[in-house]
């Protein structure tokens, strides 16, 4: 286990359905991040909380909607998706510190939510 | 921007051959460059980095990766492949500004065969 824990590992859900994707980490990390995997193409920063601000990629559907209580949990809020979201949702984090510019800051990913929306 | 290229999208090797994943990437200033891997049903794991320091750079279960900067290349290897290898491997690289602080390849999946 790497210390970032998502729930559930499989989600199947209709396009009507509201549902939520939820990442847990007691690493200490300041940051959390969602990624989406889908096949053949690179990880998509979803969004990203870093020191309590919200970041969020602007090609991201409104119908993709985060929330992050605190520092060690991180929600995905689904509702209204299309089969074209299916795909593997990664949950990331990491320790903010010092050289930022660099990218020397190491991400700790969870396994990942598969979803399959039909 | 920042960019990175994975050569090949499978590679396929006998147990106990090398390993070579080849990576190259586009950057305008030093970038930090990373190897993740990532084994079925499970999340990304990073193997090494390079962060300006030595240009060959050592990682867990016996991959090292060198930096290449004349041939913007940052190619993984291993002596010896063992089954537990066979995964998907994403080749990285930071970007300071912009949105995407990390610019992933798109992967190189690394069949392993008796």
């Known amino acids: 286990e790497t210390g970032v824990t998502q729930t559930p590992r499989h989600l199947v859900m209709g396009m009507t359905n509201k549902k939520s994707l939820k990442c847990e980490q007691h690493?200490?990390?300041?940051?959390m991040y969602w990624y989406k995997q889908s096949a053949k193409k690179p990880l998509e920063l979803m969004f990203v909380?870093?020191?309590?601000?919200?970041?969020e990629n602007n090609s991201v559907p409104s119908r993709f909607s985060p929330e992050c209580p605190n520092s060690s949990h991180l929600f995905l809020h689904l509702h209204t998706l299309q089969p074209e979201d299916s795909a593997l949702y990664l949950c990331?984090?990491?320790?903010?510190?010092?050289?930022?510019?660099?990218?020397?800051?190491?991400?700790?990913f969870g396994a990942g939510s598969r979803l399959t929306v039909l | 921007a920042q960019s990175v290229t994975q050569l090949d999208s499978h590679v396929s090797v006998s147990e106990g051959t090398p390993v070579l994943l080849r990576c190259n990437y586009s950057?305008?200033?030093?970038?930090?460059l990373f190897w993740y891997v990532q084994h079925p049903n499970k999340g990304l794991q990073l193997l090494l980095k390079?962060?300006?320091?030595?240009?060959l750079v050592k990682g867990i279960n016996g991959f090292e990766a060198e930096f290449k900067k004349s041939e913007t290349s940052f190619h993984l290897t291993k002596p010896s492949a063992h089954m537990s290898d066979a995964a998907e491997y994403f080749c990285?690289?930071?970007?300071?500004?912009?949105?995407?602080?990390?610019?992933f390849g798109t992967g190189t999946r690394l069949l392993v065969s008796p």
């Open positions: 990331a984090s990491r320790l903010i510190s010092g050289r930022e510019d660099s990218g020397a800051n190491v991400l700790t």
């Open positions: 690493l200490g990390h300041n940051a």
């Open positions: 909380y870093s020191l309590e601000e919200r970041v």
């Open positions: 950057s305008s200033y030093s970038p930090s």
């Open positions: 390079y962060t300006s320091a030595a240009t």
């Open positions: 990285v690289v930071s970007a300071p500004t912009g949105f995407q602080k990390l610019v």
